[in-house]
């Protein structure tokens, strides 16, 4: 029978699966169902094993799982070096929901160093080989990724966070639309009256950038306005940016529209630099919503990635993929929002 409400509960590390299977009156291995096979047990029979499993805090071994259900529960995220639009803070978002969303479904984050090219397949194959992981997440994607087509030709599942920017598409992913994110940047530019508004972005040749770069430029080709842009000569350096939005301001624009929000810094510090004020000389938007866009003063308006719903969905697809029920590839787009603070005002133009 279940415990009682008055009945001690076990000291941590002491809970076994005969403990579990005696407190709620069935049979261990009706235990080991509600664990590995739920679909075998009746819904009030499922409910209860479930229920004293969490009032007893018992925590399967998973070297034992492991053995039961050739399932490490393990997850590998390679770490990259910082992917262009997502500083490390942002970062960290998604890191959090995928970790916390993995952790809801029995499954455990293994994070490894992931170098760019085919060096960093190494760190895949070490942990297959050693750690048999289920599966991997993989972000920072990029134009001739090596990492999708070799975990397929070795049945590995996978899902990323981030699209392929080139080449056939291979396997599950999720991303955001900046594209989405520029235009409507735009469209909020416009509905305050600018109509000579510039976009400062990366180097051509990033997916990330060039989709950003796509959203801003048909939002004016919408509207008939003129497109100005720069590139600065490197991602996410202030120094660059600075250097790179000089002409466009030069050029009388009255709003600039950053790839993100460290572009946008270097647009801050070349309209200070000329004695302007962002927001109210030049308007300034930027992309991400790092920590530090709320930070600066005047408070930047950006365009924030939904990267708590970006990690969900990774989980999502690659729990899906896992199960072995092979359904055809799916790619999800997200949509971000416009963040607006003071940067961003009317327009005398």
Known sequence: MPRSPNSPRPKAGSVTLATVAQRAGVSPQ?????????E???????????RTIDELGYRPHRAAQTLRTRSSKLIGYGIRP????????????????????????????????????????????ELLDLHSVDGFVLSGTDRGDQRQAWLEKRGVPFVGFGRMWSGRQIGDWVDVDGASGTDAAVEHLVALGHRRIAFLGWPRGSGVGDDRAMGWQRAMQRHGLPVRGKRARSIDDIASAQAAVGPLLDAGVTAVIAASDMLALGCYHALRERRAVPGKDVAVVGFDDSPTAALLSPGLSTVAQPLEAVGRECVRLLLARMSGLGAPPERVLLEPSLVVRDSTSASDD
Do not use: K
């Open 40 to 50: 075998l047990l009746r819904p009030e029979t499922l409910e209860r094993v479930r």
């Open 82 to 125: 910082t992917a262009p639009g997502t500083s490390a803070p942002v970062m960290d978002r998604f890191l959090h929901a995928l970790s916390q969303t993995a952790d809801e479904a029995g499954y455990r984050i293994l994070l490894f160093a992931s170098p760019p090219g085919s060096a960093g397949l190494d760190g895949y194959e």
């Open 30 to 38: 009706t235990v080991s169902n509600a664990l590995n096979s739920p």
